[in-house]
Each structure stands twice: as C-alpha cells, then as structure tokens.
C-alpha cells in the first residue's frame, strides 16, 4: 500500500508539472512571421483629354475630332489603323462658363449636352466608329435666344491634316534622356500642330506651325512628369472662324493620335 501511495503521489506530481508546462506554452506564443507587403502599383496617367484651342475672342468651338490609333486583330497579329470620329462643341460669353446652345448637330447626328453645357458626341455599339467625316463637315446649331446664341449651319471645307501615327514604336519614356516624338508620315494642310507627354504628376506640351513633323523634348521639360504609365500624342489642326449675329465662332477640324508608354 505504501509503494502504491508514492507511485500515486509521483504521478500527481507529474501531471501537475506537465500542466504547469502546457499553460506557460499558451501563455507565450511563438511571434508571427510579419507578412510581406506587397509592392505598389506604378503609378497611373488618366487618358488625355484630345486637345482643344479656344481663341481668346470666340464665343464657342466647334471641333469635329478624328482620333487615331494602331489596333492588333487578335490571331492574325496583323496592325491596322482604326479611325473614329467624335465631334465636341461648347459655347460661352465668359470662357469656362457655358451655355445652352439648343440642339447642336455634326453631320446631321446629334451630339450629347452634358451638365456643364458642353455638347459632345457618344459612340454605340452600332456605330462604333462614330461621325464619318469622309465626305466634309456639316455643323448644325439649334441656337437659344436667352443666352444670345444664334440658329445657325455651316460646313468649314477646310479638310484634315495628314496624321497616320507616330514613328519608332515608342514603349518606354526615359526623362533624363528626353525623346523624339514624330509623326509616321509628313503633317500637311494643318495650321498648328501640338506635341504632348503626359505622366502621373505632370504634362509636357509645345504648339509649333502645321508644317512640323516631329519634336524633341528635352530632359529638363519632362522632368514634372512623374514616374508610371503615361501617355504620348501628336495632334494636328485645321482652323476657321464665321460670325453670326455678330459672334465669332471657331471651327475646328483635328487629326490626334495617342499611345500609352511608360515613363521612368
């Protein structure tokens, strides 16, 4: 009995160590490995918007807008240039306040107003290639007698510039070393010709006269632009103004081509 007593007793005294042993593990938990943050994401450019010159003595704008671009047919791998035409117009007394035109038209399709006034028109499904400048450009405004805006129509007969792309597949901007952007083809029957570079934190833009095909820009003028995805583009202008009820209007006929680059 004795000998059974110890046994007993050495066994309590055991498990009582063992549980002293497991609390003290719960007690203090193995730390952790932290986990690695991931990286961050380059930093974005949105789309540039095409641009727009507003003479100082207009009181609106009327463009017909034929963006370009380089698109790949899936498969075939083949590179084609796609077209579409998206007209813009804005009318005003004081610049950046617009008004009311009442329905304004592009070759006889209406454009969308939107709620600051400015009218531009939207690609469907159906017509995903927008407003077929082809055969000249035909304005058409409702006018609004409250805001002074006269009824009017008019077609420019100026033509296109001969925008095609820009050359030398350009995939990668490095600022500290500039870059060349040039049109693919000579730029003909344009007024003025505007290079852009767009980044996260900055833009880099220079006009020069309608006969220019290619511009260099410098370090020191990309070097506001920040570092991610980006944007370079070449736009080229044609330029007439009409008066209507004593109010000069500007018509615009543009040719941009845009391509997303990276920018380190």
Not at 27 to 38: D, G, I, L, W, Y
Not at 138 to 147: A, E, L, R
Not at 178 to 195: E, H, K, P, R
Not at 217 to 236: H, K, M, R, T, V
């Amino acid at each position: 009995m004795k000998i059974l007593k110890s046994m007993l007793i050495m066994l309590g005294a055991f498990g009582f160590v063992l549980q002293v042993s497991s609390c003290k593990k719960e007690e203090t938990p193995e730390p952790e490995p932290e986990p690695t943050p991931a990286p961050a994401p380059p930093a974005s450019t949105p789309a540039p918007a095409n641009p727009t010159p507003t003479p100082s003595d207009a009181k609106g704008v009327l463009v017909a807008i034929k963006t370009i671009s380089s698109v790949t047919v899936p498969v075939v791998g083949t590179v084609v240039k796609q077209e579409i035409g998206l007209p813009t117009a804005f009318f005003y007394d004081t610049p950046n306040t617009f008004l009311d035109a009442g329905v304004v038209k592009c070759n006889n399709s209406d454009l969308t107003k939107q709620t600051n006034n400015t009218y531009i028109y939207s690609i469907t499904t159906s017509n995903p290639t927008g407003i077929d400048y082809s055969s000249g450009v035909d304005w058409s405004v409702g006018g609004n007698t409250t805001n002074n805006i006269p009824s009017f129509t008019y077609s420019p007969n100026m033509g296109y510039p001969t925008l095609d792309s820009i050359a030398g597949n350009i995939s990668t901007v490095t600022k500290a070393n500039g870059v060349t952007i040039a049109a693919t083809n000579t730029i003909t029957n344009a007024d003025s010709v505007i290079f852009g570079v767009y980044g996260p934190s900055g833009n880099a833009m220079v006009t020069k006269p309608g006969n220019t095909s290619s511009y260099t820009f410098s370090a020191s003028e990309l070097s506001s632009l920040g570092s991610g995805f980006g944007y370079i583009q070449i736009a080229a202008y044609k330029i007439k103004n009409n008066t209507f009820s004593g109010k000069k209007y500007y018509f615009i006929n543009e040719a941009v081509f845009t391509k997303s680059v990276s920018i380190n």
